[in-house]
């Protein structure tokens, strides 16, 4: 078990250099375990009441991604839910591979990178669409200060335009690092145990396990906090509006 454990942190302290068709293979294999999971999942869902333990988990892993979206980004976040569960899942499962195979996809810095361009993008999108491009564009240069201040506010527009770019970068390397650092650590206390045969780095479980949860939580909440920054509940304003005048309405009749 320990020449095991041994070798699968040694083939994790080489992932670095991971080809491209290895980390395509190992995130099929992630997608692979949560649409598995999710359509046992789902069988639990046609009956009134709900006992298959997988489905009840789903349960409370949707109510725990609405209570982020919304409690972020506003009431408008529950439009959010599909795309925050979706990174969540994806993250969640290629951290927990890492604690059983030589490598995960989350142990790839591409991978991770390819993570947080989508989140970025997908952010942008969100953006232009509620404000167009103008008024997306418009409020990277902060608030109008006149004419005679448009130099701060170019100045400003470049600032936030290299933070924006610095996003994808501190999201994929703060997930890469946890995750592939991890794996290193475990291979060197691996190494210091040879001699006397104790995987010691496997000691390390429970705090590579908790790594596993943190490490999702924080991308998913970086997210929901860019997308917060960016759009704003009009529909949800118009509908709260129309309901209170509905109400008024009907108390006067």
Request: hydrophobic fraction near 50%.
């Amino acid at each position: 078990m320990s020449g095991l454990l041994t070798t699968q942190s040694a083939l994790f302290a080489s992932a670095g250099g991971a080809s491209f068709i290895g980390t395509a293979i190992y995130t099929a294999l992630v997608l692979a375990v949560i649409f598995g999971l999710l359509a046992y999942a789902k069988k639990g869902i046609t009956s009134r009441v709900i006992k298959n333990p997988l489905t009840q988990l789903s349960e409370q892993l949707y109510l725990f991604v609405e209570n982020m979206c919304v409690g972020i980004i506003g009431p408008h976040g529950r439009k959010y839910v599909p795309f925050i569960g979706t990174l969540w899942l994806i993250i969640f499962f290629g951290n927990l591979i890492a604690l059983f195979f030589g490598f995960s996809p989350t142990a790839s810095l591409g991978f991770n990178l390819g993570l947080a361009l989508t989140s970025i993008a997908y952010v942008q999108y969100e953006g232009i669409k509620q404000n167009g491009l103008i008024g997306h564009l418009s409020h990277f240069a902060g608030p109008k200060m006149g004419i005679a201040m448009i130099l701060i506010n170019i100045l400003i527009f470049v600032i936030e335009i290299v933070s924006e770019l610095m996003k994808n970068a501190s999201l994929s390397l703060r997930l890469y690092g946890n995750i592939f650092g991890g794996g290193q650590a475990v291979h060197e206390m691996n190494k210091l145990g040879e001699s006397i045969y104790v995987p010691a780095g496997e000691f390390l479980m429970p705090v590579k396990l908790l790594t596993v949860v943190v490490q999702a939580m924080i991308f998913c909440l970086l997210t929901c906090v860019y997308i917060s920054l960016v759009t704003h509940p009009h529909d949800e304003e118009h509908e709260d509006h129309a309901g209170d005048h509905s109400h008024t309405a009907a108390a006067h009749a």
